[in-house]
């Protein structure tokens, strides 16, 4: 005889439907409480480790879509699951119209990361402060960090760093490339930030960041050996680095006042609100670290994969060349150098840059947490639950983006996408305040590539992983080599 499960909702891990229980009952409507249990569709997994488990195995499997495609097969495509994820109780919004209420309801959900992340980043970085004070920091720095004058200060220097790093390349033999990037992108945000505090000051501050990466990828195990125990004491050891280079660049303010030419921690030590106030110690350094983390891994995970993929296309590869060309062809013979009205005159590279970004999701999902009960579509988020905002399902969904495995820049032509359904820097009023600093360093790279480079992978069917960014497990192992140059 073939048993089935009676129909039902066992809430969630450990404590059941119990929490609903309790509020209908201590509530003037005992009889909601039917109801409620019914209304948050979802699976809580495991005692104490949730769905966890099902999760890690879908994204070190060759199919991680596998993980949300069991909700959608489940309960259907309703966009809104329960779920109990990184040790909370969490909801799993899928599809493209609850992500926009959820990134642009500022007053319902607050930011939501981990309790480990939000440590290991600061808690006065941007991802974690909350709403009033998120807004006065992004108005204070959005000048020192994506304003024109700022931009067109660093482009001159990524642009040099690039250029010196790929001279280099073809007589490096085998290389990985994206590790190539990474030291090349960190080498730029660290100039950004403090450009004259010498090498063993930079060397010092990687160091110490490669361990703090890694163990915000980990599990928050705050025991000697773990790498969130690793991580907290490196993080430690960059604040304290950072604060003696801040000190002493006080120092130099107080006495000589800000040089002519100031970099990323002069601007945010000088910025100051309406009332006069400005940014403490801790503040500068958080945000500072913040950019660490977002400006270096993330470029570089998603500068190697345009690379890869416009090499794999090589009809998109001379597309994309030639428009480089035709930016060189046309610049002023006096004129050495990228333009930020150049860069803006990258169109069809632009289309390629986002349809990487929505192709291969170098963040899975966003955090966010219910300030109070929520109903969404219908379903009751409870107060203090986590949301995870997924992003690389609502990308790859085909119901959103027709054929959405196929890598394809011209699905871009002349479409924009309604609202949430392309948010791979956010959305709302905590879109990624380093956008476009992120996108110059890629831009720069990629002209300067396509006009003068060809990567020749080693192993181009070597195995991908996805966690906690997608990459070649060989970290992309190849050769560069140098091709001639148009002249015109």
Request: net charge positive; aromatic share 10%; charged share 25%.
């Amino acid at each position: 005889m073939k048993l089935s499960r009676p129909p039902g909702d066992m809430g969630w891990s450990l404590i059941g439907n119990v929490l609903y229980f309790l509020k209908a009952f201590k509530s003037k409507d005992p009889d909601s409480i039917p109801s409620s249990t019914v209304m948050l569709r979802g699976d809580m997994g495991w005692p104490f480790i949730g769905n966890m488990w099902s999760f890690l195995r879908a994204f070190k499997s060759k199919d991680p879509e596998s993980f949300i495609n069991s909700y959608v097969r489940r309960y259907g495509r309703i966009g809104i699951y329960k779920s109990f994820m990184f040790g909370n109780p969490s909801v799993l919004i899928t599809v493209p119209e609850l992500c926009k209420l959820v990134y642009t309801d500022n007053d319902r959900f607050k930011p939501g990361w981990p309790k480990s992340t939000a440590e290991l980043i600061g808690k006065k970085s941007f991802v974690c402060v909350p709403r009033d004070e998120h807004k006065r920091l992004r108005k204070l720095t959005a000048g020192p960090i994506n304003g024109q004058e700022a931009l067109s200060t660093y482009l001159e220097y990524i642009e040099d760093a690039v250029v010196s790093t790929l001279e280099k390349t073809p007589n490096m033999g085998e290389l990985e490339f994206l590790t190539l990037i990474r030291k090349l992108t960190f080498k730029i945000i660290m100039y950004i930030f403090v450009s004259d505090e010498g090498d063993p000051v930079m060397d010092a501050l990687e160091k110490e960041y490669k361990t703090l990466d890694y163990g915000i990828r980990s599990m928050a195990i705050n025991l000697p050996g773990f790498a969130y125990y690793k991580a907290l004491k490196a993080r430690k050891r960059l604040c304290k680095i950072l604060q003696s280079v801040l000190t002493k660049r006080r120092g130099i303010h107080e006495k000589y006042g800000p040089p002519a030419k100031k970099d990323m921690m002069d601007n945010l030590m000088i910025v100051e609100d309406e009332n006069g106030e400005k940014l403490d110690d801790e503040q500068i350094i958080d945000i500072l670290l913040m950019y660490l983390m977002a400006g270096h891994e993330s470029s570089a995970h998603l500068t190697m994969w345009i690379v890869v993929l416009l090499q794999e296309h090589p009809d998109m590869f001379q597309k994309a060349k030639v428009e480089q060309e035709e930016i060189v062809k046309n610049r002023s013979p006096m004129k050495k150098g990228l333009t930020l009205e150049e860069i803006r005159q990258m169109d069809y590279l632009s289309k390629v840059v986002d349809e990487t970004l929505r192709y291969i999701n170098i963040s899975l999902m966003a955090f966010r947490e219910a300030t109070e009960d929520v109903i969404l579509n219908g379903y009751l988020i409870p107060k203090g639950w986590k949301v995870q905002i997924w992003m690389r399902n609502v990308h790859l969904d085909p119901l959103v983006y027709a054929d959405p495995k196929k890598f394809d820049p011209s699905r871009w032509d002349e479409y924009t996408p309604k609202a949430g359904a392309f948010i791979p820097f956010g959305l709302g009023s905590r879109l990624c305040p380093g956008k476009n600093l992120a996108k110059l360093e890629i831009f720069v790279f990629l002209h300067h590539f396509l006009l003068n480079y060809r990567l020749e992978r080693l192993n181009p069917k070597c195995p991908i992983i996805y966690l906690p960014h997608t990459r070649p497990t060989d970290n992309c192992l190849a050769r560069i080599k140098k091709i001639s140059p148009l002249v015109y």
